[in-house]
């Protein structure tokens, strides 16, 4: 066996439950996705792309990314197109962690940060959100922030994966202001910020230590192509633009997102239904039926039971996908996404049979 670094050797892969879900006749609310297709524009744009024959051509990304960065609302040298969110992330850790250096990921947290960190060879630090009410542990990280030294990356994922909590963004710039007195990084991660409206990008002018991910896999539902972005200050992006490949973005990702981009209120009428219809009407349920959940700012929930085992394996019977999630203190919890107004009215149905049994 050649020789590999040691601190890979001693990271697992990350192998979400993936299989069964392309069968197709699941309602798939076990990866916080879109759970209806994406604009009937993005169908017709690709079927265009794949008969203009240039399949044999080097992807080119003309004004991508300026489109990316007008609906992000930031000035166009302010944003970079990335393969996912997940690209995102990695860039942004190879950019600047180096082997020994700490990292603070408020637990729980979203697995592709613990990986791209742990690619890195950095030592996590996990102030844990509240096991009560899901908080996030502000004062620990701002403490953390002070205190400790060779910290080389913050990640606030707000809203919290899998937890649904939000971080006011007052909080987020006490952090970032604290962590730029001694020039650490901030990761914002904004993957969920068409749900929750909940956005730093009016801090980026502020902080050169700001950086937002973003991702078209969840609201637009494009998460088959692989598209995200980062939005952080044109010098910082210089230098992840060394590390992100010049096609790492593939010209179906471009096309399907240029032609989302035209049909914005596609996009919006979807997140009004889920976060107003639909996500009430789930709450309203689970308070009626006594189950515990956190506050969330985002499309999904995470449930507080001490079976999740149980719930899944019966919701799988009747055709609904959840994911069984570690809560604050590695506590048992199931995660479910919210879709449109019928597939919450399935799940309630489903979810009634198996609180009978
Ligand atoms: C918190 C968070 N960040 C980033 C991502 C990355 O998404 P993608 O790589 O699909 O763009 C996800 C996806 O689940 C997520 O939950």
Not at 48 to 77: C, H, M, T
Not at 153 to 164: E, K
Not at 270 to 281: A, D, G, T
Not at 297 to 312: D, G
């Amino acid at each position: 066996m050649p020789k590999f670094r040691e601190n890979i050797k001693k990271m697992e892969a990350y192998k979400p439950p993936l299989e069964g879900r392309s069968r197709g006749d699941y309602l798939l609310l076990d990866f916080n996705e879109r759970t209806i297709k994406p604009s009937p524009k993005v169908k017709e744009a690709l079927k265009k792309f794949v008969d203009s024959g240039r399949l044999q051509v080097y992807p080119e990304y003309g004004d991508l990314e300026e489109k990316i960065a007008q609906y992000a609302e930031v000035s166009s040298e302010q944003a970079i197109v990335t393969n996912g969110g997940d690209q995102g992330i990695d860039i942004i850790c190879r950019a600047h962690i180096s082997e020994g250096d700490k990292v603070i990921i408020p637990s729980p947290g979203f697995a592709m940060h613990y990986q791209s960190v742990s690619i890195q060879g950095a030592e996590i630090l996990e102030p844990s959100y509240n096991e009560k009410d899901g908080s996030f542990p502000f004062r620990d990280v701002l403490n953390l922030t002070a205190n400790e030294d060779r910290i080389g990356l913050i990640i606030l994922c707000n809203p919290n994966n899998p937890l649904g909590s939000s971080i006011p963004i007052e909080n987020v710039e006490k952090i970032l202001n604290k962590a730029s007195e001694k020039q650490i990084p901030v990761l914002h991660d904004e993957a969920y910020f068409e749900f929750s409206g909940l956005t730093a990008k009016d801090l980026i002018n502020n902080y050169d230590n700001l950086y937002i991910v973003r991702t078209f896999s969840k609201a637009f539902g494009l998460v088959a192509t692989r598209v995200g972005y980062v939005i952080s200050q044109e010098q910082n992006l210089q230098e992840l633009l060394k590390i992100r490949g010049p096609y790492d973005v593939n010209m179906f990702a471009k096309t399907a997102v240029l032609a989302a981009l035209e049909d914005i209120n596609y996009v919006k009428d979807y997140v009004r239904e889920v976060m107003q219809e639909s996500k009430p009407k789930l709450e309203q349920f689970l308070r009626e039926k006594g189950i515990a959940f956190f506050p969330s700012a985002a499309n999904f929930l995470f449930l507080k039971v001490s079976e999740p085992e149980k719930i899944i394996e019966n919701l799988k019977g009747q055709g609904i996908l959840v994911r069984p999630k570690k809560g604050p203190g590695n506590k048992n919890g199931v995660r479910i996404a919210i879709g449109t107004l019928e597939d919450t009215d399935k799940f309630i149905s489903a979810f009634n049979k198996v609180l009978n049994i």
